[in-house]
């Protein structure tokens, strides 16, 4: 069976995140008012497996492998069968 | 049910072909083409690959120079022997209207173009420029296109790894919706190892290389009402995507397979893709091919034939071989983690038949469909505008000199188009490569460290396209002029250049005047240079509507120039050295304001002549630096240009923040 | 700035590894830059797993992978990287430059981490640096010298948790800090926003080493800056006195 | 009340997405079998507002004038009540 994994990369929140700050500066500057922004990745996979678990352990295993920075992201992991 | 003669003239119509240019089909192929078959006249006869409004004044334009390899029009980019068995191949491209649309993806994949026009040549792009122009920078578009274009062209262009070491940016309200994105790549190729896009020897197989092919660049309506696909026109990418990376892959595995003798010719996919490049390769031999479409790697699924044919997807060469080294081709492209897939071999009866699942496609004489063919060339009328009139009749000495002279000097000194561009040019690498000789001495061109043999090479990109608007004859000589000033105050001779001849609406009387205006202004310089004309780009249809009236952008031919320096010692920069220096200025000033900026925007005076500019001084006072920096008298030059002897003279003193003092009656 | 010419001789077998992974652009450069310091170089593809007994390694500048996801984030899979790792953990010498550092970094080779400079944008520019320390390989020469070196990168700052810093102190591990042509280490001076204007730093063992900023594009005398060229002769003579 | 939007900003599914391509090939060199990999950004915004009806829209309103690309994106908003 085919499943979509959709992986939530956000940085850690001990760290800076320059990024997040500049979007919130110019959301404001258009009249927004937003108390704060963190900008992250949104990685979606396309992956067969044979059951829900399966492609959840896939996915785990691609994000400390390689998706995920350890030192300074954390992440989430959401599965729907397609 | 078989579609009517009027039904075919109708999408011939809505394909952008004129009725006639339809019924000229019809002869090149005594009998009536099919839509795939009209897709491809409408793309290969379109503006942009027929310059048929522009092509009957390009070829007036001087050709011939003591060191050409190879002239105008015959390959991708023009050549120039630079000596030592060394050629260096160059050229400008535009891509003003996808960055107008999306400005980050637009430029980036304008960048990308020009590099795969060098190096399908066997060229080493070793530089970048890039000329760009812009509206007014109080407008927040502005802003948005600024900051898209410059991160485009830094993004692909640094990763790509060939330094920018030139170029130009300018703001001016005629560009407010239409900015102008001129990319220029310089490359460097061994004489005896040039690559020619050509295609010969029946049975010889054809390759496609590089990215797979989806459906980008497929545009107007006549396409999308084709489109009988389920999911529709939700699956037509609104917009390329460039990726350097994968760039990158396709220079280093190309300049592997050009070193190779079983290499017959190569052309990299460029507007019209597959169907331009098969076509231009067939018809420079009188050769055919036959081609499998369903043997294309494509990202999408069921892509139609006239899809396939017509998609502009990035990163794609097209490679002819001698047969029998198939998988030698292969492990190159392997190697590189690229791509490659035969799709046809090379007939010679001079016919492109194109199948589908082995089915019949289209099939055309390739010669009816290039430049210099079968492609239609037009006469167009041109009339002086009025505003011409009221420019030769302004009179400059009616403008009151200010009292606070100083207020008028700090004005000019920060205005956008005088002021450092640093802020932008920081994001382009201009190190990498470690040739930039200008990197810790700045110079009035760039200059780089040919360090195959003892010498240098300068190249600039240059138009002062507001002279160009007041008078495209005088304005068009200034550019080049101004390109060859630059070129000799960096310590080289002038050698060569290539243009982007960016104009309004060619179909507009008085927008053609100036086009046409410009071509014998160029004319007349190149030749009194002795540089000539390698190639480069048309494009028109730059304008803007401003309340429902459309208003051309300046003529704007931008020239991009290179010289060379036999000695690299020669090399000069623009910055004073040390206190005590002597300050010479050559060439007699005249003492008048107009066309300069300070008349334009500090008095805002429109319309007036251009600088006073006579060809032979200028030429005079050229040869008389090369001849100094040759005596090695000169310490640094600097040519006076925008903001005049005052702006050039502060941007001498900045580098080593050393200040001047001249005495203004000698 | 006179050449600092410190005395090296072409060691006959002394020899130089560079590696190239696709999107690598610097590697040629470094290339040019040990062969004007008369050095053999053998340039090293990074499918193959042979690191033909060099006796330092380079990683170069570049965009590996396209710096997709993560500069330096694929790359650390390459073929090449283990035997560079097993190369490492025996004492040998790695040299990672800008892309090279990254790629150290998302290897585990080098610690803590390069994000987004801090202004979002691609920043190419000569920036000062200062050697924090003169007890490494590359640094013995250079006692309270501000060298000028090109930097070149849109991912360079330098981040590492607090308990990750003090260790680098502790251990002596930072070797180049971003400072003002008079050696001044301010936040003015500092390019990308790295934590503590942290420009390099190696292993607790020494041994191998990372920087941002491009050395070899400042070794050409014909460009006006051989500043880098010094940073290079240090580690060759160091690898020498190794050698011997 | 105080609501943070999560918006998930992918690019549209005919365009070509070079990074998404470079992942794939890299995790599948690492013996996954991924059939696709598409990459884009996660934005959270913290911000106020009367009710998740008006949370919504400043986070709609929000993707249209800045976060988004229209062109060549597209993108999806959940809001949660902190």
Partial sequence: MTFKAYINIMPQKAILDPQGEAVCNSLNSLDFSINQVRVGKRIELNLNASDVKQAEQLAEKACKKLLVNQIMESYSIEIQKV | ?666 | MMLYDLEITNFSSMKFGVVTFPGSNCDTDIQDALHLLDQKVEMLWHKDTDLKDCDAIFIPGGFSYGDYLRSGAIAQFSPIMSSIKAFAQQGGIVMGICNGFQILCESGLLPGTLLHNSNQKFICTNAFIKAEQQNTLLTTESKDVVLKIPIAHAEGRYFIDQKGLEDLKKNDQILFKYCDAKGQINTQNNPNGSIENIAGVCNITKNVFGMMPHPERACDALLKNTDGARILKNLISSVQEIKA
């Avoid at chain 2, 075919?8 to 952008?16: D, H, N, P, S, V």
Wanted: glycine share 8%; charged share 20%; with cysteine.
């Fill in chain 2, 1 to 666: 049910m078989k579609t009517t003669t009027t039904q075919l003239i109708e999408t011939a119509k809505e394909l952008g072909l004129l009725e006639e240019e339809f019924h000229q089909i019809c002869k090149h192929l005594d009998r009536e083409p099919n839509f795939t078959e009209l897709s491809i006249y409408s793309v290969m006869w379109s503006e942009h690959c027929a310059y048929k409004n522009s092509i009957q004044w390009l070829k007036t334009l001087p050709k011939k120079g003591p060191h050409m390899l190879v002239e105008a029009g015959e390959e991708n980019a023009g050549l120039v022997d630079i000596g030592d068995g060394l050629g260096c191949a160059f050229k400008i491209e535009s891509h003003n209207h996808p960055s107008a649309l999306e400005p980050y993806q637009g430029a980036a994949t304008g960048v990308g173009g020009i590099n795969r026009d060098i190096f399908t040549m066997g060229a080493r792009p070793i530089a970048q420029l890039n000329s760009l122009r812009f509206g007014s920078l109080e407008l927040d578009k502005t802003k948005h296109l600024l900051k898209g274009v410059v991160k485009g062209i830094g993004d692909y262009g640094n990763a790509f790894g060939v330094p920018v070491v030139g170029g130009e940016v300018h703001f001016d309200a005629s560009y407010n919706t239409n900015p102008l994105v001129n990319a220029m790549s310089v490359g460097i190729v061994k004489t005896d190892k040039i690559i020619s896009a050509t295609a010969y020897g029946k049975g010889n197989p054809v390759f496609i290389v590089g990215a797979r092919t989806g459906k980008d660049g497929i545009h107007g309506a006549a396409f999308a009402s084709k489109d009988i696909t389920e999911d529709s026109t939700d699956d037509l990418p609104s917009v390329q995507v460039g990726d350097p990376f994968m760039e990158k892959l396709l220079l280093e595995a190309t300049l592997e397979l050009a070193d190779k003798d079983y290499l017959i010719g190569m052309q990299d996919m460029g507007a019209a893709g597959i169907t331009c490049s098969t076509s231009e390769m067939s018809a420079k031999n009188g050769a055919g091919m036959n081609i499998y479409l369903d043997k294309v790697p494509t990202r999408q699924k069921n892509m139609q034939p006239f899809e396939i044919l017509l998609s502009e997807s990035q990163e794609r060469m097209l490679v002819v071989i001698k047969k029998g080294f198939e998988s030698d081709l292969q492990a190159i492209f392997e190697k590189w983690d690229l791509a490659s897939a035969q799709i046809g071999e090379v007939t010679d009866n001079g016919t492109l038949s194109y199948y589908m699942n082995n089915e019949l496609a289209a099939q055309v004489p390739a010669e009816s469909l290039v430049l210099g063919g079968g492609a239609p060339v037009y006469e167009r009328e041109y009339k002086e505008p009025a505003y011409y009139k009221q420019a030769q009749d302004f009179d400059s000495t009616s403008i009151k000199e200010p009292e606070n002279l100083k207020q008028v000097a700090e004005f000019l000194i920060a205005h956008p188009n005088i002021a450092s561009k640093k802020w932008v040019y920081e994001q382009y690498d201009s190190m990498v490569g470690t040739r930039n000789m200008t990197t810790n001495m700045p110079s009035d061109a760039g200059i780089i460290d040919l360090k195959e043999n003892q010498k240098a090479l300068s190249m600039t990109v240059d138009c002062a396209s507001r002279y160009v608007y007041l008078d495209p004859e005088k304005g068009a000589a200034i550019a080049v002029a101004e390109a060859a000033r630059n070129i000799s105050c960096s310590g080289a001779i002038p050698s060569a250049i290539t243009n982007c001849l960016n104009f309004g609406n060619p179909y507009n009387p008085e927008v053609y005047w100036q086009f046409v205006g410009s071509i014998k202004g160029m004319t007349k310089a190149c030749t009194s240079f002795n540089t000539p004309v390698t190639g480069g780009n048309v494009s028109f249809y730059n304008q803007s509507s401003i309340k429902g009236e459309v208003e051309a952008v300046f003529p704007t031919p931008t020239i991009g120039m290179i010289g060379v320096l036999e000695e690299k010692k020669l090399a000069t920069g623009l910055s004073f050295k040390k206190a005590g220096e002597l300050i010479y200025l050559i060439g007699r000033p005249a003492d008048e304001i107009n066309g300069s900026e300070y008349l334009y925007s500090y008095h805002k005076e429109k319309l007036s002549k251009t600088p006073r500019f006579e060809l032979s001084e200028e030429l005079n006072v050229q040869t008389t630096i090369q001849k100094l920096i040759r005596l090695e008298l000169v310490e640094s030059a600097h040519d006076c240009a925008d903001g005049g002897l005052f702006v050039s003279l502060c941007e001498m003193g900045f580098h080593n923040n050393l200040g001047f003092q001249i005495e203004l009656s000698s």
